[in-house]
C-alpha cells in the first residue's frame, strides 16, 4: 500500500472485503489515481529515515560471568576455535594472529601468545607490525631478554627498518645499559642509515657528555652523508663546544673535500660567517673573494648579498665600491644571459669593466660580446653591433697600446660585415687614419682603394680626398674627385667641390670647364645650387660678360622668379641700373605671359624696392601704378568622387593692366549678346507675319 501511495499520489487505503462464499478472503483495492506523485521519494531516502526514526534502542549483549572453571575452559576452547577458523580462512591478514594473540596476553597465557606470535612470523616474517606487537608484550610484561633477543632478530632479518633500531636503542638506553644501546647503534652505523639515525646517536652521546665520541661520530656522518648542511652542522658543533681551531679546520676539510668542480655557496657563507663571529675579517673577506673568483654569477646569489652586507659592516670606501660593481656586473651578466643580442648591456658591462678590471678581462668580455652577430640583414640592425667593433679598437689602441691586435681587430671587423649588402664607411675611415697615425701612408691609401672599390660610398671618396688634402697630394685629389663623378655624375656637390678645388689651386680655366661641364649633365640633383656655384665664381673672376651669359643660359631653361631678381641685382650691383630695370621689365612681361600672379607679385615688389634705391620719382610712380590689387574671392572646392565639396575663399591679386582688358572684354561680350537677342526678335516677327498670309 506504501508504494502504491508513493507512486499513485492519493489512493484508497487497503480494505477487506469478503468474498462471494463468504469466507472473509482480503481483496485490495484498485488504486483510482495514477498520476505520479508530485513528490517523489527514493529507496535510499526511504532506508535514511527508516535509520533516523528508529524508535527502538536495541540493548547490549548480555555480559557473561564465568564463575566456573570448566566453563572457563569450555568458554576459552570456543574462542581458540574461533580464532584459529579466522587464521583457517585466511592465513595471510595479520590482524586476525594479533587478535588472537592479544586474546592470549588478556588471558595471562603468555607461552600461547608467543606461540601464535612465533607462527605468525613462519607466515611472514616481514610483517613489521608482528614484530613490534611481539616485542612490545614482553616490553610490558618486563621480559627483557626475551624483548632483546626479539630486536636483534629483528634487526638481522630486516636491517633498513629504521623503527626497529630506533625501539631497540631506546629500550636499552631506558634500562640505563648505555654501552648496550651504544653497540646497538654501532650496529647500526655499520648500515650507513639517513642522517635522523646519525643525528640521534651524536644527541645519545651529548646527553651522556662524551664529547669526544660525538665528534667521531661526525667525522664518520659527514663522510657518509658528504652535504654542505652536514659539514657546516659540524662545524657549528665544534664552535658550540669552544673549539674554535677544530671548527675551521672542519670548514677548511670540507673546501678541501668538495674541490672546485662541486662548490657550493652556502659552504663559504658559513665559512664566513664563522670568521665574522671570531672577529677574523680579514679571513672573512678572503674567504668572500675566493668563493667569488672560483663560482660563476648564476652560482653564487647570496653569496653575494653576504659579501656586500659583509662589506657595509666592516669594509672600507674601497671594499664597497667593489661589491657595488660586481653587483652591476652580475646584473649585465644576467641580462646579457637572457639575451645576447642585448648589446647595450654589453656596452655597459665594457664601459664597466674599463674602468676598474683586467686587461685579459675586458678583452675576453670583448670577444664574448664580437661573437654575436645580429640575425638580420639590414644596416640599421647592425650599427649598435658595429661600434662594439670600434670601441674594441679603440680600446686595444689606447688603453692597450697593442698596435697588432688593434690592426687585426680591424681587419677582423671588415671581414664580417657583408659589404655586398651594406657597408659601414666610419670603419674605413678609422682604419685608414689608424695607419697613418702608425705612419704607414701605403697601407692607409690601400684600406681607402680597397673600400671605394667594394664599396663605393661619397662619405668613403670625401675621407679619401680629404686624407689627400692633408697630404697636400692634389694630383691623386684630382684623380679621385674624377672617380668620384664617373660613380655618380649627379651629385652637384661633387663638382662644386672639384671646381673649389681647381680655384684654390688657381687655375680657373679648369674649374670652368669643369663648371660648364657639370650643367651639360642631364640629371643633377641640386641644380640651382650648382648654378649659384657657378655664377657665384664669374663673380669672382669679374667676368661680367659670363655672368651676363650664364643667367641668360639659366633663364633659357627656367623662368624663375629668383633667377630675374638674381640676374636684376647683379647689373644693379655693378652701377648698371638701366640694365637692371630692363630686366625688371622683362621678367613682368614674361611672367604676366605665363599668368603667374604670385611670382609677379614678388617680382614687382623687389622691382619697388629696387627704385627705392636708385630709380626717380617718375619710375616709383610708374612701378606704383603696376602693382596689383588684393581681394578676397570664393570658389568651388573640387571633389574627386563627384560630390558637394562646398566653397572656400582666397585672396587673388588683380593688376591694372589685366583689369582694363577685362572690363573692354565684358563690354564687348554685353554687346554680342545684345545682338543676339535682337535677331531672335527679328525671326520671331516674321514667323508672325507668314502666319497671317
Known amino acids: 500500500w506504501y508504494q502504491r501511495r508513493v507512486r499513485g499520489g492519493m489512493s484508497e487505503a487497503p480494505h477487506v472485503k469478503s468474498g462471494p462464499t463468504g469466507s472473509g478472503g482480503k481483496h485490495v483495492g484498485k488504486v483510482k489515481n495514477k498520476l505520479p506523485a508530485p513528490i517523489q521519494i527514493t529507496a535510499e531516502q526511504l532506508l535514511r529515515e527508516a535509520k533516523e526514526r528508529q524508535l527502538e534502542i536495541v540493548p547490549p549483549p548480555p555480559r557473561q560471568k564465568i564463575t566456573d572453571p570448566q566453563e572457563l575452559a569450555e568458554y576459552k576452547m570456543r574462542k581458540r576455535k574461533q580464532f584459529e577458523d579466522n587464521i583457517r580462512k585466511n592465513r595471510a591478514v595479520m590482524v586476525n594472529w594479533i587478535k588472537y594473540a592479544r586474546w592470549e596476553e588478556e588471558t595471562q597465557e603468555y607461552?600461547?601468545?608467543?606461540?601464535?606470535?612465533?607462527?605468525?612470523?613462519?607466515?611472514?616474517?616481514?610483517?613489521?607490525?608482528?614484530?613490534?606487537?611481539?616485542?612490545?608484550?614482553?616490553?610490558?610484561?618486563?621480559?627483557?631478554?626475551?624483548?632483546?633477543?626479539?630486536?636483534?632478530?629483528?634487526?638481522?632479518?630486516?636491517?633498513?627498518?629504521?623503527?626497529?633500531?630506533?625501539?631497540?636503542?631506546?629500550?636499552?638506553?631506558?634500562?640505563?645499559?648505555?654501552?648496550?644501546?651504544?653497540?646497538?647503534?654501532?650496529?647500526?652505523?655499520?648500515?650507513?642509515?639517513?642522517?635522523?639515525?646519525?643525528?640521534?646517536?651524536?644527541?645519545?652521546?651529548?646527553?651522556?657528555?662524551?664529547?669526544?665520541?660525538?665528534?667521531?661520530?661526525?667525522?664518520?656522518?659527514?663522510?657518509?652523508?658528504?652535504?654542505?648542511?652536514?659539514?657546516?652542522?659540524?662545524?657549528?658543533?665544534?664552535?658550540?663546544?669552544?673549539?674554535?681551531?677544530?671548527?675551521?679546520?672542519?670548514?677548511?676539510?670540507?673546501?678541501?673535500?668538495?674541490?672546485?668542480?662541486?662548490?657550493?655557496?652556502?659552504?663559504?657563507?658559513?665559512?664566513?660567517?664563522?670568521?665574522?663571529?671570531?672577529?677574523?675579517?680579514?679571513?672573512?673577506?678572503?674567504?668572500?673573494?675566493?668563493?667569488?673568483?672560483?663560482?660563476?654569477?648564476?652560482?653564487?646569489?647570496?653569496?653575494?648579498?653576504?659579501?656586500?652586507?659583509?662589506?657595509?659592516?666592516?669594509?672600507?670606501?674601497?671594499?664597497?665600491?667593489?661589491?657595488?660593481?660586481?653587483?652591476?656586473?652580475?646584473?649585465?651578466?644576467?641580462?646579457?644571459?637572457?639575451?645576447?643580442?642585448?648589446?647595450?648591456?654589453?656596452?655597459?658591462?665594457?664601459?664597466?669593466?674599463?674602468?676598474?678590471?683586467?686587461?685579459?678581462?675586458?678583452?675576453?668580455?670583448?670577444?664574448?660580446?664580437?661573437?654575436?652577430?645580429?640575425?638580420?640583414?639590414?644596416?640599421?640592425?647592425?650599427?649598435?653591433?658595429?661600434?662594439?667593433?670600434?670601441?674594441?679598437?679603440?680600446?686595444?689602441?689606447?688603453?692597450?697600446?697593442?698596435?697588432?691586435?688593434?690592426?687585426?681587430?680591424?681587419?677582423?671587423?671588415?671581414?664580417?660585415?657583408?659589404?655586398?649588402?651594406?657597408?659601414?664607411?666610419?670603419?674605413?675611415?678609422?682604419?685608414?687614419?689608424?695607419?697613418?697615425?702608425?705612419?704607414?701612408?701605403?697601407?692607409?691609401?690601400?684600406?681607402?682603394?680597397?673600400?671605394?672599390?667594394?664599396?663605393?660610398?661619397?662619405?668613403?671618396?670625401?675621407?679619401?680626398?680629404?686624407?689627400?688634402?692633408?697630404?697636400?697630394?692634389?694630383?691623386?685629389?684630382?684623380?679621385?674627385?674624377?672617380?668620384?663623378?664617373?660613380h655618380d655624375m649627379s651629385n652637384c656637390n661633387t663638382w662644386i667641390k672639384f671646381a673649389e678645388l681647381e680655384t684654390i689651386l688657381g687655375d680657373a680655366d679648369r674649374a670652368r670647364a669643369i663648371f660648364n661641364l657639370a650643367i651639360q649633365q642631364a640629371l643633377l640633383d641640386m641644380p640651382e645650387v650648382l648654378w649659384k656655384a657657378y655664377i657665384d665664381f664669374e663673380v669672382e673672376e669679374e667676368e661680367h660678360e659670363r655672368v651676363r651669359v650664364l643667367y641668360k643660359t639659366l633663364l633659357q631653361r627656367t623662368k624663375h622668379v629668383k633667377v630675374w631678381i638674381s640676374f636684376a641685382n647683379y647689373e644693379a650691383s655693378i652701377d648698371h641700373v638701366s640694365k637692371a630695370r630692363a630686366i625688371y621689365n622683362e621678367a613682368d612681361k614674361s611672367l604676366q605671359s605665363e599668368a603667374q600672379k604670385e611670382e609677379r607679385v614678388v617680382c614687382l615688389e623687389a622691382w619697388r624696392e629696387f627704385e627705392s634705391k636708385h630709380g626717380t620719382e617718375e619710375t616709383r610712380e610708374a612701378i606704383k601704378k603696376k602693382m596689383p590689387r588684393r581681394v578676397k574671392k570664393r570658389r568651388k572646392i573640387d571633389v574627386e568622387e563627384g560630390g558637394e565639396g562646398g566653397w572656400e575663399e582666397y585672396w587673388d591679386y588683380i593688376f591694372p593692366d589685366t583689369e582694363a582688358n577685362s572690363s573692354n572684354l565684358k563690354f564687348l561680350q554685353m554687346a554680342k549678346a545684345w545682338k543676339k537677342q535682337q535677331g531672335d526678335k527679328e525671326e520671331s516677327m516674321s514667323e508672325d507675319d507668314d502666319d497671317e498670309d
Open 111 to 486: 607461552q600461547r601468545a608467543r606461540s601464535v606470535y612465533e607462527r605468525a612470523l613462519d607466515v611472514d616474517h616481514r610483517c613489521v607490525p608482528i614484530w613490534l606487537k611481539y616485542t612490545e608484550m614482553e616490553m610490558r610484561h618486563k621480559q627483557v631478554n626475551h624483548a632483546r633477543n626479539l630486536w636483534d632478530r629483528a634487526v638481522t632479518l630486516m636491517p633498513r627498518v629504521a623503527q626497529f633500531w630506533y625501539k631497540y636503542t631506546y629500550m636499552e638506553e631506558m634500562l640505563e645499559n648505555v654501552a648496550g644501546a651504544r653497540q646497538v647503534f654501532e650496529r647500526w652505523m655499520e648500515w650507513e642509515p639517513e642522517e635522523q639515525a646519525w643525528s640521534s646517536y651524536i644527541n645519545m652521546e651529548l646527553r651522556y657528555k662524551e664529547i669526544e665520541r660525538a665528534r667521531e661520530i661526525y667525522a664518520k656522518f659527514v663522510l657518509v652523508h658528504p652535504t654542505v648542511k652536514n659539514w657546516i652542522r659540524f662545524a657549528k658543533f665544534e664552535e658550540k663546544h669552544g673549539n674554535v681551531a677544530g671548527a675551521r679546520e672542519v670548514y677548511e676539510r670540507a673546501v678541501d673535500f668538495f674541490g672546485e668542480e662541486y662548490m657550493e655557496e652556502g659552504l663559504f657563507i658559513g665559512f664566513a660567517k664563522f670568521e665574522e663571529g671570531q672577529k677574523e675579517s680579514e679571513r672573512a673577506r678572503a674567504i668572500y673573494k675566493y668563493a667569488l673568483e672560483k663560482l660563476t654569477k648564476e652560482q653564487c646569489p647570496e653569496l653575494f648579498k653576504s659579501y656586500s652586507i659583509f662589506e657595509k659592516k666592516f669594509g672600507d670606501r674601497r671594499g664597497i665600491e667593489d661589491v657595488i660593481i660586481n653587483k652591476r656586473r652580475f646584473k649585465y651578466e644576467t641580462e646579457i644571459k637572457q639575451n645576447p643580442l642585448n648589446y647595450d648591456a654589453w656596452f655597459d658591462l665594457l664601459r664597466l669593466l674599463e674602468a676598474d678590471g683586467s686587461l685579459e678581462d675586458v678583452r675576453d668580455t670583448y670577444e664574448r660580446a664580437i661573437a654575436n652577430i645580429p640575425l638580420v640583414a639590414s644596416k640599421k640592425g647592425w650599427r649598435r653591433y658595429i661600434y662594439l667593433w670600434i670601441n674594441y679598437a679603440l680600446f686595444e689602441e689606447l688603453e692597450a697600446d697593442d698596435t697588432d691586435k688593434t690592426r687585426e681587430v680591424y681587419k677582423a671587423c671588415l671581414d664580417v660585415i657583408p659589404h655586398k649588402k651594406f657597408t659601414f664607411g666610419k670603419i674605413w675611415l678609422m682604419f685608414a687614419q689608424f695607419e697613418i697615425r702608425q705612419k704607414n701612408l701605403d697601407a692607409a691609401r690601400k684600406i681607402m682603394g680597397t673600400s671605394i672599390g667594394k664599396c663605393p660610398k661619397p662619405k668613403l671618396f670625401k675621407g679619401y680626398i680629404d686624407l689627400e688634402l692633408q697630404m697636400r697630394e692634389f694630383d691623386r685629389c684630382r684623380k679621385i674627385y674624377e672617380k668620384f663623378l664617373e
